[in-house]
């Protein structure tokens, strides 16, 4: 089967450091990548990694260790506008088919 | 248009009514995705199109579903004797369709509802 396994909240505080994990277990595996998506709003792209290593954004770091099936989202100096779900997703055959996680959604608090 | 766009943004229909969804993708993009997402859960992967054809339509939860792209842009998800379980907001997303990475730009979604 196919899975993503992320928590379903987390909570920080207005400049702290905060990581979201993600595990998947998939049939292929062509890259994993994580999405924002605010409350009412639309998913929004933000970062992707096909090979092992960590990727920097700006405030937002994804790490991915393809031998572990694990990857992680780091967000940094958070701010109040971090508040809202992330998911991360995997491409898992050769084509464009993208499985999502549930969600982990994120409170930052002052 | 600048990104996505998905008409209506509200639909609500009663059990057993036919309904059509749309959406438009950016232009040029070659690719073209529709998930399903209920409250508090990730989007849920339905289908995409890689030009006219649908590459993938293996999330299509059963024959009532049906979407096409007939020219290779706009797309119309069509759902047939509604249910109240198909109650959701239905979103479409593009991509360029080439790069590895695949960056998918979602419209705003279509909340459907049904009674």
């Known amino acids: 089967g196919q899975s993503l396994e992320q928590p379903s909240e987390v909570t920080a505080v207005e400049g702290a450091i905060v990581q979201i994990n993600c595990t998947y277990q998939?049939?292929?595996?062509?890259?994993l990548s994580w999405y924002q998506q605010h409350d009412g709003g639309a998913p929004t792209f933000l970062s992707y990694?096909?090979?092992?290593g960590l990727e920097e954004t700006g405030r937002f770091s994804s790490f991915l260790s393809r031998s572990d099936s694990y990857g992680y989202l780091l967000l940094q100096e958070l701010q109040m506008k971090d508040s809202a779900s992330y998911f991360c997703?995997?491409?898992?055959?050769?084509?464009?088919?993208?499985?999502f996680g549930a969600g982990t959604r994120l409170f930052v608090k002052a | 248009g600048a990104g996505v766009s998905q008409t209506p943004s509200n639909k609500v229909t009663e059990k057993g009514k036919y309904v059509e969804l749309r959406c438009d993708p950016i232009?040029?993009?070659?690719?073209l995705y529709w998930y399903r997402q209920s409250l508090g859960q990730g989007p849920e992967f339905l289908i995409y199109f890689q030009g006219t054809g649908a590459a993938d339509d293996s999330g299509l939860p059963n024959d009532r579903f049906f979407a096409v792209r007939p020219e290779g842009s706009v797309s119309t998800l069509k759902i047939q004797r509604t249910e109240r379980g198909d109650s959701a907001v239905y979103l479409c997303?593009?991509?360029?369709?080439?790069?590895?990475?695949?960056?998918?730009?979602f419209g705003p979604g279509t909340r459907l509802t049904v009674l």
């Open positions: 997303a593009s991509s360029e369709g080439t790069s590895g990475k695949n960056e998918q730009f």
């Open positions: 998939t049939s292929g595996f062509y890259g």
């Open positions: 232009s040029g993009h070659t690719a």
């Open positions: 997703a995997v491409r898992d055959n050769g084509g464009f088919k993208t499985i």
């Open positions: 990694n096909a090979l092992d």
